[in-house]
T-cell receptor
């Protein structure tokens, strides 16, 4: 079993839709949780991070962590074509980052 | 501030050859991590260097090695290349080990034929 599981998609939504991206993990020792966005032919860029269970909001993005269920989510409100990218969850424990395989998102104008 | 730079951006090699990839971190950053990204496995951690010392290593064979220089620039080397080594190799820099604020370079796309 992989440390982090992420549905690869692809996910295709109309502009303005609410997008939900999810990851599950197996190790309860994970200390903090991040979401990265990766455009084609670019390296990943950090979108959001959080240490604790609950919600963290940043503009149109909300990161949610449920440690009891070992489940993390990223919600994108009012999605835009510029949000079209691959989204990766990442978790940190034991001096190492563990990444999901990424979900490919396309927002259709 | 200049971002993370990786050279070369694209590389084609033959099975059995070796390859060296280079990464220059953001100025002032002393921690450099390397990752392999493939469609099936996603981003997998290779190793992390801090102040010229390997701090942590992922689950990759010994054919994968790296080093860091006194100016924080880092290189990774893959010897005896296999077809399965074809991947995007990403370098990430941070100010200190374990920081959630990792900044990735654009990657080196390695194709092994």
């Amino acid at each position: 079993q992989k440390e982090v599981e992420q549905d690869p998609g692809p996910l295709s939504v109309p502009e303005g839709a609410i997008v939900s991206l999810n990851c599950t993990y197996s190790n309860s020792a994970f200390q903090y949780f991040m979401w990265y966005r990766q455009y084609s032919r670019k390296g990943p860029e950090l979108l959001m991070y959080t240490y604790s269970s609950g919600n963290k909001e940043d503009g149109r993005f909300t990161a949610q962590v449920d440690k009891s269920s070992k489940y993390i989510s990223l919600f994108i409100r009012d999605s835009q074509p510029s949000d079209s990218a691959t989204y990766l969850c990442a978790l940190y424990w034991g001096n190492q980052f563990y990444f999901g395989t990424g979900t490919s998102l396309t927002v259709i104008p | 501030k200049a971002g993370v730079t990786q050279t070369p951006r694209y590389l084609i090699k033959t099975r059995g050859q070796q390859v060296t990839l280079s990464c220059s971190p953001i100025s002032g950053h002393r921690s450099v991590s390397w990752y392999q990204q493939t469609p099936g496995q996603g981003l997998q951690f290779l190793f992390e260097y801090f102040s010229e010392t390997q701090r942590n290593k992922g689950n990759f064979p010994g054919r994968f090695s790296g080093r860091q220089f006194s100016n924080s620039r880092s290189e990774m080397n893959v010897s005896t290349l296999e077809l399965g080594d074809s991947a995007l190799y990403l370098c990430a820099s941070s100010s200190q080990p374990g920081s959630y604020e990792q900044y990735f370079g654009p990657g080196t796309r390695l194709t092994v034929t």
